[in-house]
């Protein structure tokens, strides 16, 4: 009889992205296992056309208790070997503990959780790249540590309605511009993105201004500050079309979410404005293709690509640091026909 092993990560389209990586390498380390995935509806989408899952369950994202228990009911006549609770929330431990596998993983948190509910809890030692700490999850020296790009797999029906969007409201070289953030002191200023996403047009390139549900006002105050012409007034896609658009951009700009994890799983470079407490957590390492403007530095911050400022906000951070990226990335692609000025920009 074959293995049998659960995933658990619920909701954060971003945060899902960055657990592919684990679902990937569980494969490699069982090739005849059954792999299923706990998920909701919102993030399902991740996984739909992976094919190292198996199955998907869905729990709603506020079930009654009498939901959640069914839910964990279904689960447990499954008799999976290994469940692997990524989020290791008070929720999400229970969860795991009511599937009754024989091998629990989960984070080491304080409190009862790890007492009660995994068999083999992991402290996370270092500040790294969320892919790769989830790797770490599964304490295993076989894993490839460097096995950390993300996967998402789109089907035919996706791609088709990425190319007709892309007909209707985009014209190559265009860029994917992410102004906006539901945490505040996550988002970069909107005068600034409207700057930049001036520049690039000027250089001929197409500003796309993404946002996600309840966003569209924002946007459209980052488009009204603007010179240029930004395309923004669009039914929203869905996140796989989002997807499969943005591997068609030339760039992606903006604050970390969920966008910037599916540019990056798209392949295309990426500049973004960060805390420098989250640049470790979020940004790819060892690759020059995705870029980094954070605040100031600290002791114990580990390197990336990009550029360190004097700021202690990333309001405060200067347009002309973010675009001395946003040029050098440019440039390294050598787009025919893209003429990217020289912006100095000093890096702290």
């Not at 989408?45 to 964990?72: G, M, W, Y």
């Amino acid at each position: 009889m074959s293995e049998k092993i659960l995933l658990i990560r619920l909701r954060e389209l971003g945060d899902t992205l960055l657990t592919t990586p684990l679902v990937r390498q569980v494969r490699r380390l069982h090739p005849g296992a059954q792999i299923h995935v706990l998920c909701q509806k919102a993030n399902a989408c991740v996984f739909e056309h992976n094919h190292q899952v198996d199955h998907t369950f869905k729990l709603l994202p506020r079930a009654s208790i009498s939901e959640f228990l069914a839910v964990a009911s279904e689960l447990r006549r499954r008799r999976y070997d290994l469940v692997v609770d990524v989020q290791s929330l008070p929720k999400t431990a229970i969860m795991a503990r009511l599937t009754g596998g024989r091998e629990r993983i989960g984070y080491l948190k304080r409190g009862w959780r790890n007492r009660l509910c995994y068999t083999r809890p992991y402290r996370q030692h270092i500040v790294e790249y969320a892919a790769r700490q989830h790797l770490r999850l599964l304490q295993d020296d076989r894993i490839d540590m460097d096995d950390i790009d993300l996967d998402f797999p789109v089907g035919p029906d996706t791609s088709a309605e990425a190319d007709a969007f892309c007909r209707k409201y985009l014209r190559p070289p265009f860029a994917a511009i992410f102004g906006v953030c539901r945490f505040g002191y996550r988002a970069w200023a909107p005068e600034k993105t409207a700057e930049v996403a001036d520049r690039l047009a000027a250089l001929g390139i197409q500003p796309w201004l993404v946002y996600g549900p309840g966003q569209d006002k924002a946007t459209a105050e980052i488009a009204a500050r603007m010179r240029h012409h930004a395309v923004h007034e669009y039914a929203m896609p869905s996140f796989a079309t989002l997807s499969a658009i943005l591997s068609r951009s030339t760039l992606f700009f903006g604050n970390d979410g969920g966008p910037k994890h599916a540019a990056v799983a798209a392949g295309i470079p990426t500049v973004t404005v960060c805390r420098a407490d989250h640049a470790s957590d979020w940004a790819p390492p060892n690759t020059s293709r995705h870029r980094l403007v954070t605040t100031r530095a600290y002791p114990g911050l580990a390197p990336f690509a990009g550029t360190f400022t004097d700021a202690t906000a990333i309001s405060e951070i200067s347009v002309e640091a973010v675009w001395k990226e946003i040029a050098q990335t440019l440039r390294q692609q050598g787009d025919a026909g893209l003429r990217v000025p020289s912006h100095k920009a000093r890096a702290a």
